[in-house]
């Protein structure tokens, strides 16, 4: 198993079930990966409800469930590859 994921793992007990938002789990490796998810986000006018630093390198976001795949895609284009989503409709944590 990658240890990037081991990373993201041990946070997702974190995570509680919410029926209102989708929320996303980001490992970000450095200050400028962080300033370069920060301008994506914004880019596609993505509206964030609530962000939560649960380590140096993990960031917890609460967003619209329709926004998902947008900011998903988006990031993995741009190099984020350690994401974990949780849809707010089918979460089962």
Known sequence: MNPLENQLEQYESKVKADLTFAQLLIY?????????????????GIRI?????????????????????????KLTENGFL???????ASSKI
Do not use: C
């Open 28 to 44: 970000i490796d450095t200050e400028k990966s962080s300033k370069k998810a920060q301008e994506i986000i914004k880019e596609l």
């Open 49 to 73: 409800f609530k962000a939560e630093k649960l380590s140096p390198n993990v960031v917890l976001l609460k967003l619209e469930t329709k926004d998902m795949r947008d900011i998903v895609l």
């Open 82 to 88: 350690n994401i974990k989503g949780y849809n707010a």
